[in-house]
């Protein structure tokens, strides 16, 4: 297969590429215009935009659908030219209308809460985690930063936002809570936060932290542990 017109950036991102379900059979997708021309087949996928002309073999392929999958198929399945035979293409593009709506209406609206997760590991071991078996990964510094600026550019005029720091345990990777906090200081931003903690890692010095730079406040949320301190 080549591209001739490469499909609309913003729903290949969304819609991504199709899984292939192998002892599937497979047909056109209702979404896709054929033409013929000078022996060659070209398929245009009218919802993501994509332009394709196929080799000789995708288009034998495609002459004898509906038929299982088989490897020479593969890039005609992820690309969305073909479907599974009981696929419901017009729901799909419903729920992918929805979510491009969606997006555009929260386009230019201000982002002002955050939950921010700087790490997954906890220094806890409790029996009922609901997060045991959850990969446990930390923020680099180089992502914090990124965080920084998402929050600096979507904060809107007002440059207040309020963040909710998570895990894992966030204090046990409080360097990045001090980084990002900061930023946000460096940058004029007004924030609180708030904070899901087990405490253990609190003492004298970090609660003079989390008032002073971390600027946390007592949860509003009656499920969460509290942690003032300030
Ligand atoms: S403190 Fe929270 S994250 Fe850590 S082990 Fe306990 S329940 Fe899990």
């Keep these: 297969m080549k591209t001739i017109v490469e499909p609309k950036q913003h729903i290949a991102k969304l819609w991504g590429k199709q899984r292939i379900e192998e002892d599937t059979s497979y047909r056109l997708i209702k979404y896709v215009l054929r033409v013929d021309h000078e022996g060659e087949v070209l398929l245009h996928n009218v919802v993501t935009g994509q332009l394709v002309v196929l080799d000789q073999e995708e288009a ?10 088989n490897p020479v198929m593969e890039q005609l399945v992820a690309e969305h030219y073909l479907v599974p035979e009981g696929y419901d293409e017009h729901q799909q593009v419903v729920s992918l209308r929805t ?25 806890a071991r409790c ?25 600096v550019s979507h904060c809107g005029e007002n440059r207040r936002v309020a963040i909710e720091w998570f895990g894992g345990e966030p204090t046990v990777a409080m360097n990045r809570i001090d980084q990002i906090c900061a930023g946000l200081h460096n940058s004029g931003i007004n924030y609180i936060s708030t904070m899901v903690t087990n405490g253990y890692l609190f003492d004298e010095e970090v609660v003079k932290k989390a ?14 542990t509290l942690v003032a301190g300030v």
């Design 211 to 224: 008032k002073n730079l971390w600027h946390l406040r007592p949860s509003t949320n009656p499920c969460f």
């Design 127 to 151: 029996y009922y985690c609901f997060e045991q078996g959850v990969k446990r990964v930390t923020m680099t510094e180089e992502t914090a930063n990124q965080v920084i600026d998402y929050i």
């Design 99 to 123: 979510i491009m709506l969606k997006l555009e209406a929260n386009k230019e609206r201000p982002i002002n809460s955050y939950t921010i997760l700087p790490t997954t590991a906890c220094n």
């Design 60 to 69: 034998k392929a495609v002459d004898e659908l509906p038929q299982n999958y």
